[in-house]
């Protein structure tokens, strides 16, 4: 876990996975929990849990090993990491262990582009690019970001309208990373929010009134990022 820690340049979810795994390694790193069990302890989707996994491969730090008949056990080598030019899958991107279709895309605006992201949501912007905005990237829109929120935390107040005022702070967020340009970050973002007592008003908080965050809230610059870090999920 020490060597796991300060490796940078993935998403919330795929740290995450990544931690969970290591919590489990024995001294040669080495584990075998079930995808479900995975996602009992992140708090996050089997989905998810399956494109972190198929990522962590990909960059290198994982080897996954498949035993005929029973579970698959996995090998954490924290000092091989090379994250590359890949990025998150996409929602619609195949399961673990078929081909993927090459990143970038062939209609990409820059082919070596990279897209890391640190566990505090910073950026670290290749030489000689520029960040993207939402007008380049065709992978996810406010109408999308709005859909899911609505989708996933019925709880909360309901967005019906979007407004000029929220188009602006969500395009805001998006043009922050390439990472934030991709749905499953949504999903993952959400899926943190739901998951912590104090944001869902599911504790007492100030004079024992409990706190309801809403997607204003949610999209608002220093409250998105303390979501992203984990903040309000101790």
């Given at each position: 876990?020490?060597?796991c820690?300060?490796l940078?340049g993935?998403?919330?979810?795929?740290?995450?996975?990544?931690?969970?795994?290591?919590?489990?390694?024995n001294d040669?790193?080495?584990?075998?929990?079930?995808?479900a069990?995975?996602?009992?302890?992140?708090?996050l989707?089997e989905?998810?849990?399956?494109?972190a996994l198929r990522?962590?491969?990909?960059?290198?730090i994982?080897?996954?090993?498949?035993?005929?008949?029973?579970?698959?056990?996995?090998?954490?080598?924290?000092?091989s990491?090379?994250?590359?030019?890949s990025c998150p899958?996409?929602?619609?991107a195949?399961?673990p262990?078929?081909?993927?279709?090459?990143?970038?895309?062939?209609d990409?605006?820059?082919?070596?582009?990279?897209?890391?992201?640190?566990?505090?949501?910073?950026?670290?912007e290749?030489?000689g690019?520029?960040?993207s905005?939402?007008?380049?990237?065709?992978?996810?829109?406010v109408?999308q970001?709005?859909?899911l929120?609505n989708?996933?935390?019925?709880?909360?107040?309901?967005?019906?309208?979007?407004?000029?005022d929220?188009?602006?702070?969500?395009?805001?967020?998006?043009?922050?990373?390439?990472?934030?340009?991709?749905?499953?970050?949504?999903r993952?973002?959400?899926?943190?929010?739901?998951a912590?007592?104090?944001?869902?008003?599911?504790?007492?908080?100030?004079?024992?009134?409990?706190?309801?965050?809403?997607?204003?809230w949610?999209i608002a610059?220093?409250?998105?990022?303390?979501v992203v870090e984990?903040?309000?999920n101790?």
């Open positions: 876990m020490s060597a820690w300060p940078q993935m998403s919330p979810a795929q740290k995450a996975v990544l931690i969970s795994l290591a919590d489990n390694a040669e790193g080495v584990c075998w929990p079930s995808v069990r995975i996602a009992e302890r992140t708090c989707t989905r998810t849990v399956r494109y990522w962590l491969e990909e960059s290198k994982l080897t996954a090993h498949m035993r005929s008949g029973r579970s698959t056990w996995y090998t954490i080598s924290p000092f990491y090379y994250p590359g030019i899958p996409a929602t619609d195949p399961p262990r078929q081909e993927m279709p090459p990143t970038p895309a062939l990409a605006p820059h082919p070596g582009n990279k897209c890391p992201q640190n566990r505090k949501g910073t950026i670290k290749p030489s690019s520029s960040a905005t939402p007008d380049d990237s065709k992978s996810v829109t109408d970001i709005v859909e929120f989708e996933l935390l019925p709880e909360l107040p309901r967005v019906v309208l979007v407004n000029k929220r188009k602006s702070k969500v395009q805001a967020r998006l043009a922050e990373s390439p990472v934030h340009q991709d749905l499953d970050f949504w993952d973002f959400f899926g943190m929010v739901q912590s007592d104090w944001l869902m008003g599911r504790v007492g908080g100030r004079d024992n009134k409990p706190f309801r965050c809403n997607f204003d949610l610059p220093t409250n998105f990022v303390k984990g903040n309000y101790a």
